[in-house]
């Protein structure tokens, strides 16, 4: 299992290509009001102050305030509003 | 940009009820159906909006995820134009406009004139009309070209024109012909005569041959210098004569004047009427009253409908305001004014200055005696 997990990151270091194309999350944070993810798994809670994702490495928590979900489409989700933090969940 | 273009297509807001509301977010996004501005309500619901036509789609989705869906609101694309469709009438009322405002710019409703100082506007105004450009005309029929040469053909104070078109607006900028300096043959003799009779005081020859001394009368027409001068070896050599010749000038002009003026004393009310004109026809819309058109003074305000540069409606409104007048005393002519203006008007006429001057009034004729200092020598070719 580890050994996947490292040949998961060989591939893409090796060849120097960037890891956002072979599924990991990809995260661009814009001042402190937008936050745009690619590649996650799922949206497992949402409420105007905590949004809980789903991604591959184990889960993502944003906390702020007046949040709302700008766009949603297939892996790729825009949240805008005051955003105070986020967390990693492994 | 985006949201107006989502905007135009339809947009509905829907509110989402239940306890797995991001099974559905998470459904919808598996199958690739895009949600906009998702946020929680205070009331619990999740808020989202989405195309018009994904709402049966959305609406299955939830009916699988056990949630309740309800739309809050429609907006832009189908629902406006269901609207309008339930006013047909705005919707030709304003396609009426819109064809009519093009229409219009067809037209010619407004001249300016730009560049003219001794040629007054209305001149030029009235040599256009014969050209075939006026207020109301076709313009994409006018050939600027064959108007330019024809107004230039018209008006010989003219040196260059053009006329452009926008919309509805025409811009003539003219302009005018400035005199041609005097050409003169050099070798060709020429005299200095008396334009006036007077006293010689100076003079100064620059060529020629003086016949006149300081202190000499002289009268009009008398030749001062004369281009007859001696040549090299006894024989006889014309020249041009030149030089200036300052003399005492006397001076009478008469004036014709009018008796005076009536007064008027301002009558009672005023009385407005207010219309709509479209080219020569004209619809009164307001009158507070018969018109009194005696005596009375009538004043016309036009106001074009348009924006200023850009476009004219081929409309105006036009106010008369009538103000009737009583007539009084007779006031008698500015005698003072117009002294001052026959003054100005002999100032004008001779090269010089006036040194003294004297005003008499018999029967309406002022008569003004000037004693001046001018130079009086006038070019006078030899045929």
New interface residues.
């Given amino acids: 299992m580890r050994r996947k997990a490292e040949k998961k990151t060989l591939v893409p270091a090796g060849l120097d290509l960037p890891g956002e194309a072979f599924g990991e999350l990809l995260i661009t944070v814009v001042g402190n009001d937008s936050v745009r993810i690619e590649n996650h798994r799922g949206i497992a809670q949402f409420s105007g102050e905590y949004l809980r994702l789903s991604t591959r490495g184990g889960g993502l928590s944003i906390f702020g305030r007046e949040m709302k979900i700008r766009v949603l489409a297939k892996q790729v989700l825009v949240v805008e509003g005051r955003i105070q933090a986020l967390e990693w969940e492994t | 940009m985006k949201k107006r273009l989502h905007l135009f297509d339809g947009t509905v807001t829907l509110a989402v009820r239940g306890t797995e509301?991001?099974r559905l977010?998470?459904a919808?996004?598996?199958s690739?159906l895009?949600?906009?501005?998702?946020?929680?309500a205070e009331d619990g619901s999740?808020r989202l909006e989405i195309a018009w036509e994904e709402v049966e789609r959305f609406e299955k989705l939830a009916r699988v995820s056990m949630c309740e869906t309800e739309r809050v609101s429609v907006r832009g694309g189908r629902e406006s134009r269901k609207r309008l469709r339930r006013r047909s009438a705005l919707g030709l009322l304003a396609a009426l406009c819109a064809l009519a405002l093009t229409a219009s710019s067809l037209f010619i409703w407004e001249i300016d004139i730009l560049g003219n100082s001794s040629i007054s506007e209305g001149e030029i105004r009235r040599a256009l009309r014969e050209c075939g450009v006026a207020e109301g005309c076709f313009w994409p029929a006018t050939d600027v070209e064959l108007i330019r040469s024809q107004m230039l053909l018209r008006l010989d104070q003219l040196s260059w024109m053009t006329l452009n078109l926008s919309g509805s607006r025409a811009q003539v900028v003219v302009l005018e012909r400035e005199r041609a300096p005097e050409m003169y043959e050099e070798r060709t003799g020429a005299d200095l005569v008396a334009a006036c009779g007077g006293v010689v005081r100076d003079f100064s020859v620059k060529n020629g041959r003086t016949l006149i001394e300081r202190g000499q009368i002289v009268t009009e027409g008398q030749t001062l210098v004369s281009a007859e001068m001696e040549g090299s070896g006894g024989s006889a050599r014309t020249v041009r004569a030149a030089g200036s010749v300052t003399a005492d000038t006397w001076r009478e002009i008469r004036v014709q004047t009018n008796c005076g003026a009536v007064s008027k004393a301002r009558g009672r009310g005023v009385f407005v009427t207010v219309g709509i004109q479209a080219g020569e026809s004209r619809i009164n819309l307001l009158s507070n009253g018969r018109k009194v058109l005696d005596e009375c003074d009538r004043i016309v305000k036009e106001y074009k409908i348009g924006i200023k540069g850009l476009f004219c409606f081929p409309l105006k409104l036009v106010v008369e305001i009538y103000r009737p007048y009583e007539s009084g005393d007779l006031i008698p002519a500015d005698r003072d004014g117009c002294c001052d203006r026959a003054m100005a008007a002999l100032a004008d006429e001779i090269d010089g200055e006036i040194l003294s001057s004297a005003s008499t009034w018999q029967d309406g004729v002022l008569r003004l005696n000037a004693h001046c200092l001018e130079n009086i020598a006038l070019t006078k070719e030899i045929p």
């Avoid at chain 2, 895009?34 to 929680?40: C, G, K, Q, T, V």
């Fill in positions: 509301t991001e977010l998470n919808c996004m598996r690739e895009p949600l906009r501005n998702i946020w929680r999740l």
